[in-house]
């Protein structure tokens, strides 16, 4: 990152990973498809009472349980996986896997997945004082065993699994929830046979994360419609009055907004302001003028799923009816950047390769790019592989995770201009739209920017 309503109909297909997902957001207001180019000022879809929100959640998380863990688990060959979360200290797999009621992990919150393999059905345990919706079955009764690490250790011996996986990553924190604390704890009650048997869970949290079911991609661009509506008020005379309000108005708006809605933003928004004879971008208490180009970056969580966006607006002059030349060509420059981006993810490939021969087509069409895009879903920024950072463009280490189907992509990225009509400055056109990869093609949720808006200034 550059760093009231109500859905009535909402369909969610109780499908498996290996399907298509419908490509398309069913809402009170019809069907939002998967598209290349956004709407101007979308009207902003309805938003779902607290209620009917957690029977989403809830619905989605009972199927994610059922289809990605049996998947990863056996395609990872890891027969018994254990995640472990002290009250309000979650890790952010566990955090992921509470149902819309449990705020927090309560005390000690222990889950246990097993597969007894043949087929038969993925054995989901919890050991702690409380359950979980249903979803887990209770493992752990304190009156008779009141360690309960001696009771996971009971568990872990009875199935005699071949590999334990748990938490713990040199490189990414979503794989690394295990605290040195409770694998000492956990450690002194098992037997020397079992702890030879631990091994990282890194992976499958990873990939627990980073999939994208049907179900969630049929939401999805429904998700991602709210943030481009309130990005459209946000830049509308609704909210800016050139030479009155500062970016920081602006910023503040969008939180006031979002209050207002019941819908929380997951980093505080960036306005920045861009203005001709300005070497550096200007922000916080500076007056929008004619003249200047705006940038926005803007995200929301809203049913457990994640936006990042970043658009360009520029404040018309007396007189004008569109931006400079100079601007729009450069919002073509990154569009193409854009597509040379999508066009270079191929399944397998680690996001340092899609990086590097991105950069290198890019470059040899005369662009002058900065990539840094970044998986997002659960998380704004996701689990899985990185594309770039905006202060390494030659791979990075964290690049080295291979590109997985069925993930979402926040598309984030720059080239820079010399704008003639602001003599020759260089300008950076920033963009940022989310997408799904199904394995083959990348596809934008809600479009994306291929025009910059427009602010009157009468």
Not at 328 to 338: A, P, S
């Amino acid at each position: 990152m550059y760093l009231r309503r109500s859905f009535q109909a909402l369909a969610i297909a109780t499908v498996g990973i290996a399907a298509g997902p419908t490509v398309a957001s069913t809402t009170s207001l019809g069907t939002i498809p998967m598209s290349e180019t956004e709407q101007t000022s979308p009207r902003l879809p309805d938003i779902l009472s607290m209620r009917e929100r957690a029977k989403v959640i809830d619905r989605i998380l009972a199927e994610r349980l059922d289809t990605v863990v049996p998947q990863i688990m056996r395609e990872e060959d890891v027969d018994l996986w254990l995640l472990m979360s002290r009250e309000y200290f979650e890790e952010p797999v566990v955090r992921s896997m509470l149902d819309a009621r449990s705020m927090a992990a309560r005390r000690r919150t222990i889950l246990i997945f097993y597969d007894p393999g043949d087929g038969q059905p993925i054995e989901r345990l919890t050991v702690s004082r409380y359950g979980l919706a249903g979803l887990f079955e209770p493992s752990w009764d304190p009156d008779d065993q009141p360690n309960q690490w001696k009771a996971v250790a009971n568990i872990i011996a009875q199935r005699d699994p071949a590999k334990i996986a748990i938490n713990f990553s040199d490189t990414t924190a979503f794989g690394d929830g295990m605290t040195l604390s409770q694998f000492r704890a956990m450690s002194r009650e098992l037997p020397s046979e079992l702890r030879e048997r631990i091994v990282s869970g890194e992976t499958l949290s990873v990939r627990w994360l980073e999939t994208r079911i049907p179900a969630e991609i049929e939401i999805y661009p429904g998700i991602v419609r709210i943030a481009h509506s309130l990005i459209g008020e946000a830049f509308s005379r609704k909210v800016i009055t050139p030479g009155k309000t500062t970016a920081a108005d602006v910023q503040w708006w969008y939180r006031e907004k979002l209050a207002s809605l019941g819908v929380s933003p997951w980093f505080h928004p960036s306005v920045g302001i861009q203005r001709q004879g300005e070497e550096d971008m200007l922000r916080g208490d500076i007056v929008i003028q004619p003249g200047d180009l705006l940038w926005t970056d803007f995200g929301i969580t809203y049913l457990r799923l994640n936006t990042d966006t970043q658009h360009l607006v520029y404040v018309l002059k007396p007189g004008e009816t569109e931006a400079p030349e100079g601007l729009r060509q450069g919002l073509k420059n990154t569009n193409r950047t854009q597509d040379i981006l999508i066009a270079n993810f191929r399944m397998g490939d680690s996001g340092n390769e899609v990086l590097a021969r991105a950069r290198a087509q890019a470059i040899s069409e005369g662009l002058d790019p900065s990539i840094y895009s970044h998986p997002i879903g659960s998380h704004g920024h996701g689990a899985g592989t990185a594309i770039g950072f905006w202060d390494n463009q030659n791979g990075d280490p964290r690049g080295e995770y291979r590109i997985r189907p069925n993930t979402a992509w926040s598309i984030e990225l720059t080239t820079y201009s010399e704008v003639p009509e602001w003599d020759g400055q260089r300008v950076d056109f920033r963009s940022e739209e989310d997408a799904y990869f199904d394995g083959e093609t990348v596809r934008y949720l809600d479009g994306r920017q291929t025009e910059i808006t427009l602010i009157s200034s009468d």
